[in-house]
């Protein structure tokens, strides 16, 4: 396939967009057969990389400047660059334009399909319809350079929805986020050069790769940094890029009194920026929105996570998939100085969290770049005839494929026409041609990913197999299935981190965590639940009422602390390494803890007097009565135990997250349900098998598939069980040992 990709510029020029066409079409011309030219304007220093970059089937041509800007006087600066298209589609006999920029590229692509009826797809980024929307022929012409396209790439989900809210139909949108070049953005140690020629020994890094203009927010930065300074006096903030706001901001920092812990570097060549995001301890950059124009995906967020840096960035555009809250790093509002300076004190004092949001990120990148853009071409003549060989017509009958995480779309160009299908739920990963095998240095770091996801398994497998037990002990008594369980972890929650807010002290956070889960349980029962089984109610209507208490602990949690992130404050630490798993501070205080309240359960309910009666009442509770049980004060307590158990398990998770809203248990209640029902549901030592293995599974997947779909493996286990074993894992080997 011959394609045409025009663009108004293209690297070395800065920008997020210009890395992502770089990345695609040079390993789209790499990897296969076809051919590819990029059509382009000439920026400062594009003869050298010209040199470096062009290829055999990559060209890369460069004629006239880049448009200043959008206005009507620019318009007749279109003629040339048309006038090249047309040339080219016509002597080169182009299958398919790619379209990079909306002006003039878009327009000049549109008038191609409709002169000589060449299929064009459209690539939007988000702030290509929000910069033209109060525009009035911007934007008609805006739409209907989407309408008309065969395909609509959206770089991130902000785009998707942006077309979607122009009239793209969906089956003609495919969404294709940018990955990160992992042979270049890898963790290594600091540079000591850079440290020298900075002054930074014995200092906690912020780093800013962005260029200097008011929409990425320096300016909130530097105002943040000044309030956080106080409290991490050890602090120096470089600045990567360059723009017409460098001057402004020096005089900013200046009037702030933090010249000192404020460089400005200047341009840094691509190869040299990874030696800075290793420099840094915290990448930062408050992107926002100017007069429309948004940031897109933020690559910088994601390069950042690629050498394991947590990042701070604006919630604003697309930065919804570059930066997962909580987990690799902070969304915070964009202009917020006081929210970002309570951020920075928070990564800067805390080298521990840094060291988990740094590694959730890196887990994140390496999944986008293990499902990196894949072609596949098939041609209606055969895989080994070359593009030259072709007669004409069968040159376009080819089609390319495009997979990403987010689907699959087929391209199509045939007969001068392009058709587009998208199916969901394809994932992709490389195949296994020569051409895209790993390397041997890859295959040890994707083993070194999957025992990085097997090792965070195993912590959140110990957070599930606590909360499941007590949720197990609770239905083997009450056969009750209780869907405010999880707001019992949100409680425990909430008071292990009020206690935080006084003392630092482990020890009173988690049995402040226990008590409040262990009132509120034994609340729930005696206030609730009991007196509707006295009344004769039905599983159903019990089924009802835990969800309207569920709903009422979530209101009243947020009007106590409202539906904000509250910040949990952890344990500060290194990472150990245990034999091949590595892990944090933290992580070994979840582990231990859990197995510790673990062990007390099982010597509570198998060597004690209340165990027995425990079993008694769970196997029969008219026949425990008949032999002088004290059946309904063991409810009582088995309640109790249930809701200790589950605050406790809610402080673990909140030191895991290190932030939390009144949804925290709420979102984590179905995974506890496919825990229990996978290892049995109402056996104690069945919920342990059954959280170890859908934890295990959930984070070895999230190295493999986004993770924010990694408890659909939860649910798909479950489906796997119900299947071949409905009673359960722990349940069929006991009944298979009885007979």
Known sequence: MNILFLSDCFLPHAGGSRVYYYNLYSRWAAAYPDRVTLLTKKVPGWESFDRSTSQGSLRIIRRFRPLPDLSAKHLPKILFPLAEAIGRALCEKIDMVHSGDLYPQGVISLWLKRMFGIPYLAFCHGEDITLTENRRYQRGMRNRIYLEADAAVAACEFARQNLLSIGIPENRIVKITPGVDWERFTPGPKSETLMRRYGLENQRVLLTVARLTPRKGHATVLRALAKALPGAPDTTYLIVGTGPEREPLER??????????????????????????????????????????????????????????????????????????????????????????????????????????????LRRAAWRTARRLVLHRRRSVGRDRQPAQLRPHARRAGRAVIRSGAGRAVIRSRAGRAVIRSRCGGRDRPGPSSRCRPSGEGRVRVMSLFLLGVGSGLVTGAIIALSTVGLSLQYSVTRTINFAHGELMTVGAYAAYVVARHSSNVVLQGAAAIAAGAALAWAFNRSLFRPFVRRGAGPLTIFVLTIAASLIVQNVLEAIFSANFVNYPSPVGSAYRVGPFRWTLTDLLTMATAVAALLALHVTIRRTKFGKAQRAVADDVALARTTGVPAQRIIDLTWAIDGGVAGLSGMLLALQVGSFTPSLGFTFLLVIFSAAIVGGIGQMYGAMAGSLIVGVVMEVSAVYIPPDYKETMAFLILVVVLLLRPQGIVAALSERTVR
């Open 252 to 361: 900013l920092a200046a009037e702030l009194g933090i010249s000192s812990k404020v460089r400005f570097v200047g341009y840094v060549a691509e190869e040299e920026l990874c030696d800075y995001y290793n420099l840094s301890d915290v990448f930062v950059m408050m992107n926002q929105e100017q007069d429309g124009d948004i940031e897109g995906f933020g690559m910088v967020f994601l390069e950042a996570n690629a050498v394991g840096k947590p990042v701070l960035g604006g919630r604003s555009g697309g930065t919804a998939d570059s930066i997962e809250h909580g987990v690799t790093g902070y969304r915070i509002i964009p202009g917020d100085v006081d929210e970002l300076a309570s951020y920075l004190n928070l990564l800067l004092k805390n080298d521990e969290l840094r060291g988990r949001l740094g590694e959730a990120g």
